[in-house]
């Protein structure tokens, strides 16, 4: 129940193309969603989070959706530039609660030029 | 600088040998986490600090695996006798109270074992 599951493992789009990556989740008590990108010998970085009080979010051309009913959620990324590609990870946690972060695998972005 | 502070960068040491991994949090960030992280692979929780409390170690592989926190602010984390399964990257994070999000992230030290 602690689980997150993300999907694709990896996947390829045209620059200027939608990429998707899509996570799903059991534990109706999480309350926080981020998104972190990861660039090759970097650590993560927060890209983009969302709390289950709206069902969108979005910044410049990255917006989270979530679907509470479903217990899920995703991150879409417009206009897909070659500077995206990297490996992007969706987390779930409890705020108040719980500092523990449940991490997705990770899915490898590539933007072909 | 002001973000989180790894070292070393690298390490390549034989199997058996002790290693230890250093973490400088940000200024102020009282939370503090170490994760591993395979090649390819997501982030493998290891240990969690947060100020004076009993540091949370539910996450440490075997009792090779030890971290210490001083003063509140760097830690250490400590790999006896290395194996070769422990090659990875040791990722650290810190957060400030009180919703401890989001995590701010090293670069990391990639731990090679020969």
């Known amino acids: 129940q602690q689980q997150v599951k993300q999907s694709p493992q990896s996947l390829i789009v045209q620059k200027g193309g939608i990429s998707i990556i899509n996570c799903a989740y059991e534990n109706t008590a999480f309350d926080y969603f981020p998104w972190y990108q990861q660039f090759p010998g970097k650590g993560p970085a927060l890209l983009i989070a969302?709390?289950?009080d709206v069902s969108e979010k979005k910044e410049g051309r990255f917006t989270i959706s979530f679907n509470k009913s479903a217990k899920q959620f995703s991150l879409h990324i417009m206009d897909s530039q070659p500077g995206d590609s990297a490996t992007y990870f969706c987390?779930?946690?409890?705020?108040?609660?719980?500092?523990?972060?449940?991490w997705g695998a990770g899915t490898k972005l590539i933007i072909k030029p | 600088g002001a973000g989180v502070s790894q070292s070393p960068s690298n390490k390549v040491t034989e199997k058996g040998k002790d290693v230890e991994l250093r973490c400088d949090p940000i200024?102020?960030?009282?939370?503090l986490y170490w994760y591993r992280q395979s090649l390819g692979q997501g982030l493998e929780f290891l240990i969690y600090?947060?100020?004076?409390?009993?540091?949370?170690k539910s996450g440490l592989p075997s009792d090779r695996f030890s971290a210490e926190r001083t003063g509140g602010s760097v830690s250490t984390l400590t790999i006896q006798r290395t194996q070769q399964e422990d090659s990875a990257v040791y990722l650290c994070a810190s957060s400030r109270r009180p919703l401890n999000q989001p995590q701010h992230f090293g670069d990391g030290t990639r731990l090679s074992i020969l």
């Open positions: 600090f947060q100020g004076n409390s009993a540091p949370d």
């Open positions: 200024s102020g960030h009282t939370a």
């Open positions: 969302i709390r289950p």
């Open positions: 987390a779930a946690s409890i705020m108040d609660s719980n500092y523990q972060l449940i």
